[in-house]
């Protein structure tokens, strides 16, 4: 029967083996390039779909759209859009119409009890905090006209910077969305 069992192992790995749509490569994995994604045309299309501004942040030298996806606050679509950072870091944010209880409700329902505030470009963002190493810091600023949600695996000035370009990009023009 071993011998039955090691016959039928060896002609899987020779079947398999020469269909080259696997391989063997020791050691840990190496990071390679960051598939990038169109954020901008993304975005410019949600901001037809949704009740409230939408901006695309134009992030500076290093940072890379690699996510762009829908997500449903407090039963309205949120665009969100996430880049790799120039540490390799990873930034998400979410754009919402919804109040500040609602955006952070809606958000996950992993629980950060702890708050911190910080002031950013004149604007006051709410930092969210858990002691769990398994949720997300979650940065939480009032746009005026919308709700920015900011979590990822980055640095604090990271966080920072992504929400002060936000804060600084106009919203998306209604007649450049329809264009898009």
Not at 52 to 75: C, H, K, L, Y
Not at 89 to 110: C, E, I, P, S, W
Not at 113 to 136: C, F, K, M, Q, W
Request: proline letters at 6%; hydrophobic letters at 45%.
């Amino acid at each position: 029967m071993f011998l039955n069992v090691l016959i039928v192992v060896v002609l899987m790995l020779v079947g398999v083996g020469a269909t080259g749509l696997c391989s063997y490569n020791p050691g840990g994995p190496e990071a390679g390039p960051v598939h990038e994604v169109d954020a901008e045309t993304f975005l410019n299309m949600e901001a037809r779909a949704v009740d409230f501004p939408v901006r695309f942040p134009q992030m500076p030298e290093g940072w890379v759209t690699n996510s762009a996806r829908r997500t449903m606050i407090d039963g309205q679509p949120a665009p969100v859009v996430g880049w790799v950072t120039p540490d390799r870091g990873y930034l998400q944010l979410t754009q919402t119409g919804a109040a500040f209880d609602a955006a952070v409700a809606g958000h996950d329902d992993k629980l950060r009890p702890e708050e911190r505030t910080e002031t950013i470009e004149g604007t006051e963002a709410r930092v969210l905090l858990s002691d769990d190493n398994d949720v997300r810091d979650l940065w939480v600023v009032d746009a005026g006209d919308a709700r920015l949600l900011v979590t990822g695996a980055g640095t604090d000035d990271e966080f920072r910077q992504l929400i002060s370009t936000a804060l600084h990009t106009a919203p998306i023009a209604a007649s450049a969305a329809s264009a898009a």
